[in-house]
Nanobody, 126 residues
């Protein structure tokens, strides 16, 4: 089992920045993938970014086109935590952001992830 707890959401003006954190506990995350998804009101949950790492492949990251160049996903193994640094935020980034984990490599599809956090609200005002 993996438990995920997100934090760092809030209200920010367009063009501003936020950093989300996802603290993981439970089983070892080596060989697993962690991702960020978001869901706006009335919309489906969508992929934002993912990260995976292992001794043989190293660290690999994946981003949705809509956030590439603005968001950065990273990890701190000492804290068992991943981060999502969000810069140049736009009103359309407003959503509840979820952290998710799965065994194996990363995927863009939400229902392939086994573990989910409770979500953190990000609101970007224009």
């Amino acid at each position: 089992q993996v438990q995920l707890v997100e934090s760092g959401g809030g209200l920010v003006q367009a063009g501003g920045s936020l950093r989300l954190s996802c603290a993981a506990s439970g089983r070892s995350l080596s060989g697993s993938a962690l991702g960020w998804f978001r869901q706006a009101p009335g919309k489906e949950r969508e992929f934002v970014a993912a990260i995976t790492w292992s001794s043989w492949s190293g660290v690999r990251t994946l981003y949705a086109d809509s956030v590439k160049g603005r968001f950065t996903i990273s990890r701190d193994n000492t804290k068992n935590t991943i981060y999502l640094q969000m810069n140049s935020l736009k009103p359309e980034d407003t959503a509840v952001y979820f952290c998710a984990a799965k065994l194996g490599t990363y995927e863009r599809t939400a229902n392939l992830y086994n573990y989910w956090g409770q979500g953190t609200q990000v609101t970007v005002s224009s």
